[in-house]
């Protein structure tokens, strides 16, 4: 029956073929962000991830030293030392003096300096700028150079968005305070909705019927819809700045969902054993606490890992419930977009940051996603 036109067999090729490119396609972004959360600015900017392990072209603008460290020689004044000047050195292929033309000239070959002047520069970095007048001005110029350097790998950006707190790009306060948005808005919906699901699955009492529908007919409503008249209470009894007011919110936007979630799995569960339970003389509070939630934790564990990635990569219900001019209660989504809005071209640091707020909700993920299926198809299907 499984080749029957051929269906089947081709079907499947479909299916995993889908399954690998859907594989790819959430992979390769998450490696580039990580392995670019490793390079430099310049690397970044010089070369794709996917060549982090190769040696990069990359085009540098150094500075040669001041004018105040000019010598007289043989009737010139003279500069001389090293482009790199504690840089990397490596050889240089081409350089220049004018950002128009920065690789108008090659190693040995003699330019003219705007102010005046001459300088030459060796592959190895060496120059010697030389003028029959003195050098005038407050720095040296600048040197366009194009140069080959090998990979190279650094903590420091880590280091820099993680603990540098004096930083304006230091994400450590923020991961904080996300972690405390997070975790109470996962833990007190799922507290809340599990009472109500035994009960709309397994007690008997006047508009149960109506509760499951209202229930169902929330799942649909779009957030957007509740973000200004649920604010306005907020304000009006005095939550709206605070923690308490997000995580009010997240638990009523999250409710919907845990509540069918919740139900539809416990209402799976055996009726004998509910039924057995009773004629024991056990009450609705033990057969719930000893006996539903333990049952019930591979439901529980699914609706956990969809609210906890909510909230964590949320930025809408930040924004407009967690209201803080001075940045004391700023989550990492928020920051991120600060960043993008402040620090649009440090590539390095925007990857750092953005690994970091993934880092965790993938930790989550993979910790338990074996309860995803279960607790998704569990009441399903009898």
Request: glycine fraction near 8%.
């Amino acid at each position: 029956m499984s080749d029957i036109a051929g269906t089947r067999p081709a079907l499947r090729w479909v299916v995993h073929a889908s399954v690998v490119l859907l594989v790819v396609l959430w992979v390769f972004p998450t490696l580039g962000l990580l392995i670019s959360s490793f390079r430099t600015g310049d690397q970044i900017a010089s070369s794709g991830w996917w060549r982090a392990l190769f040696p990069s072209e990359q085009n540098l603008t150094l500075r040669a030293a001041a004018p105040e460290t000019q010598v007289l020689q043989d009737g010139l004044y003279v500069i001389e030392g090293n482009i790199f000047d504690g840089e990397r050195a490596s050889d240089i292929s081409r350089w220049g003096v004018n950002s128009r033309a920065i690789d108008a000239f090659a190693p040995g070959e003699k330019a003219e300096l705007r102010r005046g002047g001459t300088i030459t520069v060796q592959a190895n970095g060496d120059y010697r700028m030389e003028n029959t007048e003195e050098f005038s001005g407050k720095r040296g110029p600048r040197v366009f150079v194009t140069t080959t350097l090998p990979p190279e790998f650094t903590f420091e950006n880590y280091a820099h968005v993680l603990f540098n707190a004096n930083s304006s790009d230091s994400m450590g306060k923020a991961f904080f305070n996300t972690l405390t948005v997070t975790i109470p808005a996962t833990i007190i919906p799922i507290l809340v909705a599990a009472f109500a699901a035994y009960a709309l699955a397994w007690m008997d009492f006047p508009g149960r019927a109506l509760l499951i529908a209202a229930v169902v007919g929330l799942l649909v409503v779009p957030l957007q819809l509740a973000l200004i008249p649920l604010l306005k209470l907020h304000l009006n009894i005095g939550i709206g700045k605070g923690y308490l007011g997000v995580w009010m919110a997240h638990t009523g936007f999250g409710m919907p969902l845990a509540i069918y979630l919740l139900r539809n799995y416990m209402a799976g569960l055996p009726r004998d054993l509910i039924e057995n339970a009773r004629v024991d003389g056990a009450t609705e509070f033990q057969i719930f606490t000893k006996l539903i939630l333990p049952l019930s934790f591979p439901a529980l564990a699914s609706f956990a890992i969809f609210q906890f990635l909510w909230t964590w990569n949320d930025l809408l219900v930040a924004k407009v419930f967690l209201i803080d001019a001075s940045g004391q209660t700023t989550v990492m989504t928020n920051r991120i977009v600060e960043l993008l809005g402040t620090r649009g071209g440090n590539w390095e640091i925007l990857a750092t940051a953005a690994f970091v707020s993934i880092a965790v909700p993938l930790a989550v993920f993979f910790a338990m996603q074996k309860y995803l299926v279960r607790g998704l198809l569990a009441g399903s299907v009898k």
